[in-house]
């Protein structure tokens, strides 16, 4: 009997749907990827530059040097993953040990003295190089758990409508953690920490606040290890006989076109973004506060809080949005949500009616999560084109070169953000700028990030993997070797 073809109409792929407890138990992972990764280049200025006085082309140097070394790390970090065959899997080894050290590690980033602002080493502050050498230890720690748990985000399930709904919990738990990050330089304004004169030791805060997370982020790896499994190991990755190359992590995903455009999203969002990423503090210290950190800390609380609302609205509500239009038109969408609230800054940080500033903040949250939510949707469609083209599972070399990217992004915006402070004038010992530097550093906080958001529209538009492709792909692939 003549065996029958199926048809990529007469395809319907089985809903593979994932019980919402192991979606919630992947989304803790955002808390040690937020406090792990982005807390630190979130306070550097605060703490290193206003606080200890530190010259911010240095602290905006340290970030940036950190980060590359961060974006060398990944990949390796990724090669080793997606090579390592243990009974408990590729990934889950990783997310156990990595994820507590980074936990314990955390508030060893910040051990050092303020005595040591006067203190030089080769013509720069001590405190520099304390910055480069305790992240030089750090960062392959918090790596290692961060690249495998991005990685297992695109094992969950080979549904195209189901991987958008896991990052949207990833994305709104992420808002949510993302609060801790918000709160830490408000948490240094407790009574503990003032001093007589009405200033407060910023240091000592933070380096109690990085002590009570990293205590919550050693937690939250101990239950991702028990609670989360990983789909594709048995069926897929335990069959493949041969290696992932250390080149697949650093370049060769590259060569996939999809990829590229994914990353080019990617890139243009977190360079524009993170460039002037701290420049929202500054403007809400120096122009609506009036130079008070205090209230400034304060009002960056509630922008913090405004900027998890957004997050939290933004991220399912585009998931629904993509589930009727496909997801690179909620791409489009989000990003001309970005620009108007990028571009609204202008006129809602205002000293005149500073609450209005969280408006800004929160149409900012809105889009960053909609667009990181689908970033990740759309990179596990991806890596199902790739397993169809190459017949392997490289999750770890997709993550890892596309981090390490994304980094390269960040560490370019934050050097360019030290040099922009220094460019316009900015001098932490003046509690009250000049007209000058308040009005570049409005111009740069609501321009620049209109550009990247611009980008994003145009690299998604090359991106061809729509609804109709991706299911194609997945019969293909079940035809090939079964279902997972």
């Not at 911010?56 to 060398?72: E, H, N, Q």
């Not at 304390?130 to 960062?139: E, G, R």
């Not at 949250?365 to 667009?371: D, N, V």
């Amino acid at each position: 009997m003549e065996e029958k073809t199926i048809t990529n109409k007469e395809y319907k792929p089985i809903r593979d749907r994932v019980p919402i407890p192991t979606k919630i138990s992947y989304g803790l992972g955002t808390g040690l990827n937020m406090w792990g990764l982005w807390l630190y280049p979130g306070v550097a200025f605060a703490v290193f530059n206003i606080y200890l006085g530190v010259d911010p082309r240095l602290v905006g140097l340290a970030l940036t040097l950190i980060r590359v070394y961060d974006a060398i790390v990944d990949p390796l970090v990724g090669w080793i993953s997606d090579n390592l065959r243990s009974k408990h899997g590729r990934r889950r080894p990783f997310i156990l040990i990595a994820g507590i050290l980074s936990g314990l590690g955390l508030p060893l980033l910040f051990a050092v003295s303020p005595e040591w602002a006067t203190i030089k080493f080769l013509g720069v502050s001590v405190i520099f190089w304390y910055m480069a050498a305790s992240c030089l230890i750090y960062i392959p720690i918090i790596s290692a758990f961060a690249v495998p748990f991005d990685s297992l985000g695109a094992e969950m399930t080979p549904d195209y409508d189901e991987r958008t709904s896991i990052m949207t919990y990833k994305s709104v738990m992420q808002k949510i953690f993302e609060v801790g990050n918000f709160y830490a330089l408000r948490f240094t304004n407790l009574a503990w920490f003032l001093l007589p004169g009405g200033g407060k030791n910023t240091l000592k805060g933070i380096q109690v606040y990085t002590g009570i997370l990293g205590t919550i982020m050693a937690i939250f790896a101990i239950v991702m290890f028990f609670r989360l499994k990983e789909r594709y190991y048995d069926k897929v990755v335990v069959k493949t006989k041969e290696s992932i190359s250390i080149k697949s992590s650093f370049y060769e995903t590259l060569k996939v076109q999809p990829f590229r455009m994914i990353m080019g999203f990617g890139f243009a969002f977190n360079f524009s973004t993170s460039m002037i990423g701290s420049l929202g503090y500054y403007t809400t210290v120096y122009y609506v506060c009036r130079g008070s950190t205090i209230l400034g800390d304060n009002w960056n609380f509630w922008m913090g809080i405004s900027f998890m609302l957004g997050g939290l609205l933004g991220a399912p509500i585009l998931s629904r949005i993509a589930n009727q239009i496909g997801k690179r038109k909620a791409v489009i969408t989000a990003a001309c949500i970005g620009i108007v609230g990028y571009g609204g800054s202008w006129y809602l940080y205002t000293p005149l009616i500073p609450w209005l500033q969280t408006v800004a903040s929160g149409m900012m949250g809105f889009a960053a999560s909609a667009l990181w939510m689908l970033h990740g949707s759309i990179g596990a469609d991806i890596m199902d084109y790739d397993e169809l083209n190459t017949g392997k599972r490289r999750e770890g070399s997709f993550t890892a070169c596309g981090s390490y990217i994304l980094k390269l992004g960040n560490s370019v915006g934050y050097i360019i953000f030290g040099f922009i402070l220094s460019l316009i004038g900015f001098d932490s010992t003046l509690k009250t700028q000049t007209p000058e530097t308040i009005l570049w550093i409005r111009k740069t906080l609501a321009g620049i990030p209109i550009l990247g958001f611009i980008l994003v529209i145009l690299f998604i538009l090359r991106m061809g993997l729509t609804r109709e492709k991706c299911e194609e792909i997945r019969r293909k692939l079940e035809e090939r070797r079964g279902t997972v």
